[in-house]
């Protein structure tokens, strides 16, 4: 039976403080994960619980750490994550952005010595709530893909994200993985044991393969944006260079590419890159959200192949999951409900989703 989206909100916040998370930071992680469920981004709410819990208990992150802003000037911040999960310190950092900006007209802040932050696009959507576009990236701590024309994993799925208000209050939300799908969608296939389909993952020979253990625990890979060089993956990969040169090489993170990334002994040090621009600073903003408005309703417009399936733009599958899933409840899948009613039993958690 799906929760509704308080109780699964709920439940996510009561499993982080059982871990001795404070509430100041389990009040906007639960948020941002339980926002990623409601709006259809599985692979990246409750389902990350299990892998948070591993680290928690090897000791990679800290539950209690606060960011702290380490350099600054009036258009530029650099936030140290404190070693812990990375929810905190990026809300933190895009709400430093998004001040500055609102100020000086544009503003980016970089963050180091933090974890996995959810779902890039959170981010992304609270510069465009407050009027601004937003844009967001960040490194990984999983290498699953190899370059194109290599057999070598040294890239992750390394996410970007790009948003704009627009007159509608719709606003746009491009929110997408430099990898052909998430790594948490093949996870998510892995808790429920059904294949991938055709073109996700590739095994340890570079040959396609519809087994969604392939790339994490056989020696596999996941595939660039766009599949095989036929497919210009060229271009996927060209996109996680980019993004790890924002979100590691400007914000001082350990490289992907070096052998200690993620292997010190607190915390992950991944790396996030956030910029918010003020579109005022170049013509009126209202004329500038009514010209995203009508972009967006011109492109929906188009005449579909499929009558029954109408043309949508980047953020519109997302909005129609939260208004479904707001009134209906937010579905759980069996097998990941298991594992985590055994996270919350080994944490002594209160269990709310029965």
Request: charged share 20%; with cysteine; glycine share 12%.
């Amino acid at each position: 039976m799906p929760a509704s989206y308080a109780t699964h909100r709920a439940q996510i916040k009561a499993i982080l403080m059982s871990w001795g998370m404070p509430e100041v930071n389990a009040e906007p992680t639960s948020e941002i994960l339980s926002w990623a469920d409601l709006h259809g981004v599985d692979s990246h709410g409750m389902s990350m619980l299990p892998g948070y819990d591993n680290l928690r208990r090897t000791g990679r992150a800290n539950m209690e750490a606060r960011p702290t802003i380490v350099r600054e000037s009036p258009v530029s911040a650099l936030v140290d994550g404190g070693g812990g999960l990375g929810h905190v310190p990026a809300h933190y950092a895009m709400g430093v952005a998004i001040e500055k900006a609102k100020k000086v007209g544009m503003a980016i802040a970089a963050v180091h010595n933090s974890a996995h932050f959810g779902a890039t696009g959170f981010y992304t959507f609270m510069a465009a709530k407050a009027g601004l576009i937003g844009m967001a990236c960040t490194s990984a701590s999983g290498i699953q893909v190899a370059p194109t024309g290599g057999k070598q994993a040294r890239l992750g799925t390394d996410p970007w994200s790009f948003a704009a208000p627009s007159a509608d209050g719709i606003p746009f939300l491009l929110d997408m993985a430099t990898t052909t799908v998430a790594a948490g969608r093949i996870r998510n296939k892995a808790n429920e044991k059904l294949p991938t389909p055709d073109g996700w993952v590739l095994d340890k020979e570079g040959n396609p393969s519809n087994d969604p253990l392939v790339a994490k625990e056989k020696g596999g890979f996941l595939t660039s944006l766009g599949g095989s060089p036929e497919n210009s993956s060229y271009k996927g990969y060209g996109l996680s260079a980019m993004v790890n040169i924002l979100g590691s090489c400007l914000s001082g993170a350990t490289l992907i590419t070096d052998p200690m990334h993620c292997k010190k002994p607190l915390g992950m040090d991944i790396g996030h890159f956030f910029m918010a621009i003020d579109p005022g600073i170049f013509r009126d903003k209202d004329d500038f959200e009514k010209d995203v408005a009508q972009f967006c309703g011109d492109l929906r417009a188009t005449t579909p192949i499929d009558p029954a399936k109408p043309v949508m733009v980047a953020g519109d599958p997302q909005w129609e999951y939260a208004r479904k899933r707001m009134a209906e409840g937010i579905p759980v899948g069996p097998g990941l409900l298991q594992q985590v009613r055994q996270i919350a039993q080994a944490s002594a958690a209160p269990w709310l989703l029965d």
